[in-house]
């Protein structure tokens, strides 16, 4: 007879099996459908893992983007598959990841074997939908997870050697994205402080486990840590801090990313400057400028919290996991109502209720950043999951009623956290989902011998050997500033080298680029110029697939 929220370990381990399986064939067909869209990181950590394939040492070292998403690339580049179906395996085994690191995450909070599959399942339909843009924010999220498993553990409280491992697993999570390092590095100091602080473990043994944190992080972010100061000329642990940072200083000059807003020469064999900005003239800048400084910096900070506040009722649609959260870290309700214990013993013994500091520290650091995406935040899923499962675990042994309300508590947390619909209808599309970009990108391949020829799956081919890729510059309206130029995307699936977007140029500017060809918006006044310029000619564009979002834009070849 097993324990209310247990089951039987096999039975357990074979479902969670079942489960990961579904999950693999879900991501696959999204993958299917995704194989014509990408985002601009995506273009990065997909050239990047061709530099790794290549062995390419001057270009494959980036201190801007973490290396581990273009790792998981690598091997498939090297069988021999192109760099979108790459990109879609590697999402793939990130959904995998996050799926596993959250039951993970349950098993060592000492949940029972169904909240590890309620879990399970849960995270497995919230990937599917995060996993179309490949980004490395699901592998990060699977790996802190299991960190924070590990810090929180009741069988490794302030021990040296658990928080050891647990350092190792924000260390790999360094390398999928940086922020993970100070990420675990503060979370282990927090945990060992509240844990002195509730009494469970003494002064020494807190600063043991702390530091233990500490060089399980550095074990292994040591060695990309060195390898990026030597390239970059100087000791850093990444520059992606320092540039989001940048992207939100005060609106006196440009702020975002240069390469989206000026015209600029990539380094030799790059498409684009965006596969390493660390040297790009960002508009850094500090809040202890000025008392005008520190003021623009504590609205951006009371703006992301703002920001944070709607993707977690965005991820948590009626805010259960949200209220569980709360509620445990309350230390309410007792396991049992004639329990005589206290509010500290409570939190000693169910670690489960102090999953909402990892939340507020991950949600924290993001506040003086650029944080204005909902995949920044995907933590919240996991660890919500966690207290909520963790309270209907509690309820359920208090007598027969209460078990029918953990039930209720269960069920109303997968609601709310599943999205809706679970899965997305592009899985039984069964082809790629048809993006302007890709079309317009066959259309130059079509009608001018200087783009490079494209599969039928948007893998872009190599130039003719001795050929230089066209130069490919984008002329941005007067629209949202901050959106993401579609001109990359169509550099990338049409292999040309991408000079950059900058607002309403001149035809002079436009000439001093050096640009062979110029994605221009339909609507733009300087369409009507370049019409009348002798020296461009209008390449129309590709009628629209069914399906297909409208082209809102041309190009322009220049004739030399």
Not at 48 to 63: F, N
Not at 408 to 431: D, E, N, Y
């Amino acid at each position: 007879m097993t324990e209310p929220g247990k089951a039987p370990a096999g039975w357990a381990r074979a479902a969670l099996a079942v489960v990961l399986l579904a999950q693999a064939a879900l991501l696959g067909a999204i993958g299917v459908a995704g194989l014509e869209q990408i985002n601009p990181d995506g273009i990065a950590y997909v050239r990047i893992a061709g530099y790794w394939a290549a062995a390419d040492g001057e270009r494959m070292i980036s201190a801007y983007w973490g290396p581990l998403l273009s790792w998981i690339m690598v091997p498939s580049l090297a069988a021999g598959l192109g760099p979108m179906a790459s990109a879609r395996i590697a999402m793939l085994a990130s959904g995998l990841v996050f799926t596993l690191g959250g039951a993970v995450l349950i098993r060592r909070l000492g949940l029972g074997a169904v909240s590890q599959l309620l879990a399970a399942g849960t995270l497995a339909l919230a990937s599917l939908g995060w996993s179309l843009l490949v980004n490395p924010d699901l592998l990060l999220t699977g790996l802190l997870a299991i960190g924070i498993g590990g810090l929180l553990a009741p069988h490794g409280a302030g021990r040296a050697d658990g928080a050891f491992r647990a350092g190792l697993w924000f260390g790999l999570g360094y390398l999928a994205k940086p922020i993970a390092l100070p990420f675990g590095i503060v979370l282990g100091c927090l945990l060992a402080a509240v844990r002195f602080g509730l009494g469970q473990t003494s002064a020494r043994d807190a600063g043991r486990a702390a530091a233990a944190t500490a060089l399980g992080c550095l074990a292994v972010a040591g060695p990309w840590i060195v390898t990026i100061s030597l390239a970059s000329g100087f000791p850093t642990v990444g520059t992606s801090g320092s540039i989001n940072h940048a992207l939100v200083g005060p609106p006196d000059v440009e702020r975002f990313h240069p390469f989206a807003r000026q015209y600029h020469e990539p380094d030799p064999g790059r498409l684009s400057q965006w596969e390493d900005p660390s040297e790009m003239a960002y508009a850094r800048w500090s809040p202890f400028e000025s008392r005008e400084a520190m003021a623009h910096q504590l609205r951006v900070s009371l703006d992301n919290a703002g920001v944070a506040w709607r993707a977690a009722t965005t991820i948590d649609r009626f805010g259960v996991g949200l209220a569980a959260l709360g509620v445990a870290a309350l230390a309410w309700p007792r396991r049992r109502r004639d329990e005589p214990d206290s509010w500290r013993s409570r939190l000693l013994r169910e670690p489960w209720r102090l999953a909402v500091v990892p939340l507020l520290l991950m949600m924290a650091a993001y506040l003086p950043l650029y944080a204005n995406s909902l995949r920044y935040y995907f933590l919240l899923a996991p660890l919500s999951l966690a207290a909520g499962l963790g309270l209907a675990e509690g309820l359920a042994l208090r007598g027969p009623i209460a078990r029918a309300l953990a039930w209720a508590l269960r069920l109303a947390l997968v609601a709310s956290l599943v999205p809706w619909p679970p899965v997305p209808g592009v899985v039984f599309r069964g082809q790629p989902l048809p993006s302007a970009e890709f079309q317009l990108a066959d259309h130059l391949k079509a009608v001018t011998a200087q783009g490079v020829a494209v599969t039928a799956q948007g893998e872009a081919l190599a130039p003719p050997e001795g050929a230089s890729p066209a130069k490919l510059a984008e002329v941005l309206g007067g629209g949202p500033r901050r959106q993401a130029p579609a001109g990359l995307q169509v550099a990338f699936f049409a292999g040309l080298t991408y000079l950059g977007a900058e607002v309403r140029p001149s035809l002079d500017r436009l000439r001093a680029s050096g640009a062979d060809l110029v994605l221009v918006p339909l609507r733009s006044p300087l369409r009507r110029e370049l019409a009348r310029a002798s020296d461009y000619r209008d390449l129309g564009a590709p009628p629209t697939a069914a399906g297909a979002p409208p082209l809102i834009f041309t190009v322009f070849a220049r004739e030399r």
